[in-house]
């Protein structure tokens, strides 16, 4: 059975960090990419971060590009998202999701939503002002 299981969301002033974990298995880890999506009610979610596990290529999307980093331990299972500089703006429940990557496939164009094979169940990050 596949598990993903978020951790290490919660309550955060305006310009602190956070460190999200995730937690996979169930699945071969390195023909996965993992990436970490955000969504606020009302809203579609959207790709943060991914990283392919055979390789480590990641992609970020712009807005988090210098402040987020995304990184993997293989052995571990666990994928992680450092959240820094963070902004009342990044507020919302972040999911980890996985998808099987594909023999000349990029990670960029995997990070979206709609793709991925399996989701974890979220956690909530709240960044105060």
């Known amino acids: 059975e596949v598990q993903l299981v978020e951790s290490g969301g919660g309550l955060v002033q305006a310009g602190g960090s956070l460190r999200l974990s995730c937690a996979a298995s169930?699945?071969?880890?390195?023909?996965?990419?993992i990436g970490w999506f955000q969504q606020v009610p009302g809203k579609e979610r959207e790709g943060v971060s991914c990283?392919?596990?055979?390789?480590?290529?990641?992609y970020y999307a712009d807005s988090v590009k210098g402040r987020f980093t995304i990184s993997s331990d293989n052995a571990k299972g666990t994928v992680y998202l450092q959240m820094s500089s963070l902004k009342p703006g990044d507020t919302a429940e972040y999911y980890c999701?996985?998808?099987?990557?594909?023999?000349?496939?990029?990670?960029?164009?995997?990070?979206?939503?709609?793709?991925?094979?399996?989701w974890g169940k979220g956690t909530l990050v709240t960044v105060s002002s």
């Open positions: 999701a996985a998808v099987k990557m594909h023999t000349g496939v990029i990670v960029p164009l995997v990070c979206n939503w709609y793709g991925m094979d399996y």
């Open positions: 169930g699945f071969s880890f390195d023909d996965y990419a």
């Open positions: 990283i392919g596990l055979s390789d480590g290529s990641t």
